[in-house]
């Protein structure tokens, strides 16, 4: 199930319509409080949140949503085209965003990308350990000094695609085609960005990571 938390009448109609008219069952929240209520209590399979919402908006909700541990994919959709505004909603947990206006076509291929990704989020490595973190990919859990640590369904696919690397290069192209893989891709950035979270959550100091390198030029390695 998808859950579209967005305002605009004319907008949420044209999302159910594309959406249902590709298999998918889908719920409308008009506003912030409704959607996190929903989100929670339905644990849809992706959320298209809207950022201009009444009352909480989009970043609150995202905010909400990850820090009570939901994992599902997040697609925001924003009016703002500022780097720093996509910036604040990767850097707080959504996996992705979409400007308006925006080719329904593209949207329908990206949550398709991604839910096709969160329904297969296992890899070949079943486990590993670096520093006090333990991940086992095939439970889908993550500790650190014994303590459960939340990850994203995105932040969850780069470090199966960096594990899988170990010791060698991954360049930021090829975690696009892995993790996003679709046609259109989101600018470098917000790689960047879900590898920074990634470091926060990982890295005794993320300023200084030992474990996931940036390769100047080229992209990250991971050393575990």
Not at 46 to 60: A, C, K, N, S, Y
Not at 65 to 71: C, I, K, N, Y
Not at 92 to 115: C, N, Q, W
Not at 195 to 218: A, S, W
Request: charged fraction near 25%.
């Amino acid at each position: 199930m998808i859950l579209v938390i967005e305002d605009e009448l004319t907008m949420t109609r044209a999302l159910q319509d594309a959406f249902e008219h590709h298999g998918y069952s889908v719920k409308i929240a008009r506003n912030g409080e409704t959607g996190l209520r929903l989100a929670l209590s339905e644990h849809p399979d992706l959320i298209l949140l809207d950022v201009m919402l009444p009352g909480q908006d989009g970043f609150d909700v995202c905010r909400l949503l990850r820090a009570d541990g939901f994992s599902a994919p997040i697609v925001m959709l924003t009016a703002r085209s500022e780097e720093v505004d996509r910036v604040v909603g990767l850097e707080i947990g959504a996996d992705d965003y979409v400007t308006k206006p925006f080719s329904m076509r593209e949207l329908v291929a990206r949550v398709k990308a991604h839910l096709r990704r969160a329904s297969h989020n296992t890899a070949g490595l079943p486990q590993c350990s670096f520093g006090d973190v333990h991940v086992d990919f095939t439970k889908v859990t993550i500790t650190r000094a014994g303590r459960s640590v939340p990850m994203t369904s995105t932040e969850w696919s780069i470090l199966q695609l960096l594990a899988e690397h170990r010791n060698e290069i991954v360049t930021r192209e090829q975690i696009l085609n892995h993790v996003w893989g679709y046609e259109t891709y989101p600018d470098s950035r917000t790689v960047d960005t879900h590898v920074l979270n990634l470091r926060h959550k990982l890295e005794v100091d993320p300023r200084n990571p030992r474990y996931i390198l940036t390769v100047h030029g080229f992209g990250y390695k991971f050393i575990g």
